[in-house]
């Protein structure tokens, strides 16, 4: 990959991920935009965008599974996926985030994340922090995949 294509050097990932959240995208939106930017420079925008957008307030708004955990799925499999139809290596990849996450947050459904944040999250202050730290733990295991080859 070419200087002008890795732009996470500069910024870390999270930072690069909070930076689209405070620019007005979603959770999901910014982790996918943020990730291909600094990973898939052949993957778009516009792209990143279109692939992250209905997974916005938990599944289309419906409050469901929380856009950073389905968000980070989408990253890992725009910028590891091979076009290998049930891509065993991505499930995987994706089980570990999401149970790395999970941990973490102490949960994965929006509507439920946002009850525990409460008053906290006001401006969506925890909504970003949270997004920010799937940044983090995407870039760790991005980063370990791409060692190995």
């Known amino acids: 990959m070419s200087q ?3 732009p996470a050097k500069q910024l870390d990932l999270a930072q690069q991920v909070e930076k689209q ?10 982790l ?4 291909t930017e600094s990973y898939a420079a052949d993957v ?3 792209v990143a965008h279109a692939a992250a957008s209905g997974l916005c307030g938990g599944m289309g708004g419906k409050q469901s599974t929380c856009g950073v955990f389905t968000g980070g799925a989408v990253a890992l499999s725009l910028i590891l996926g ?3 139809k049930k891509d065993k290596r991505i499930k995987e990849l994706s ?3 999401h149970q790395q996450l999970q941990q973490h947050a102490g949960g994965q459904i929006c509507q439920q994340l ?24 995407l870039q760790s295991i991005i980063d370990t995949e791409l060692k190995k080859s």
């Open 44 to 46: 778009s925008k516009d």
């Open 82 to 84: 091979k076009g290998i």
């Open 21 to 30: 959240f405070r620019d007005g995208y979603c959770c999901s939106e910014a």
């Open 114 to 137: 946002l009850d525990r944040m409460g008053i906290m999250n006001w401006n969506g202050s925890r909504c970003r922090l949270l997004t920010k730290d799937g940044g983090e733990l």
């Open 32 to 35: 996918v935009i943020a990730a």
């Open 4 to 6: 002008e294509n890795q």
């Open 95 to 97: 089980a570990l985030y």
